[in-house]
């Protein structure tokens, strides 16, 4: 009997995967536990508030704008479905995944509201989550599919801004 001896390269996809609008959730969640029951040192401000108001929707904004970009070129919104085109035109010239980076300003937003600063440690945990569930594989598959043209890319744009 045969092994077939694993290779040590990752698959081009996660095993299981939460999308990330729930992990997005989930963050907010964690938020709501670390305002509630750690909040450390508070900063109760409306000015506080209205700056965090102004980032969610910027957040918003961004994804709508990335988004809509993504769905003209006939792309899949979901990671690693049907990827037709690369798109690095508008919000992409400047970064290269404006939809994670509007998930971040949004979560940013948030954490702004709340007025405690334990909850803006949710944000960079947030970062790093999509960056090793999401980012890295999708770099991998978009080198697959775009190869020169892809890799070119990303010496132009920067990863998050």
């Known amino acids: 009997m045969t092994e077939d001896k694993q290779t040590s390269v990752p698959p081009l996809t996660p095993k299981r995967i939460i999308y990330p609008p729930l992990w997005l959730v989930i963050a907010v969640v964690?938020?709501?536990?670390?305002?509630?029951?750690?909040?450390?040192?508070?900063?109760t401000s409306s000015v506080w508030q209205m700056v965090g108001g102004l980032v969610i929707f910027a957040g918003l904004l961004l994804l709508v704008w990335a988004g809509g970009l993504f769905k003209k070129a006939d792309n899949d919104l979901r990671p690693f479905k049907d990827i037709k085109a690369l798109v690095n035109s508008g919000i992409y010239r400047f970064t290269r995944n404006p939809m994670y980076l509007g998930l971040a300003l949004i979560l940013l937003g948030c954490a702004l509201t709340t007025g405690a600063l334990s909850t803006l440690l949710v944000v960079p945990a947030f970062m790093l989550v999509i960056q090793f569930r999401f980012i890295v594989y999708e770099e991998r598959m978009?080198?697959?599919?775009?190869?020169?043209?892809?890799?070119?890319?990303?010496?132009?744009?920067r990863r998050w801004v």
């Open 142 to 157: 978009l080198t697959e599919l775009f190869g020169g043209e892809y890799r070119a890319y990303c010496k132009r744009v």
């Open 30 to 43: 964690a938020m709501f536990i670390l305002n509630t029951y750690f909040p450390g040192y508070r900063y």
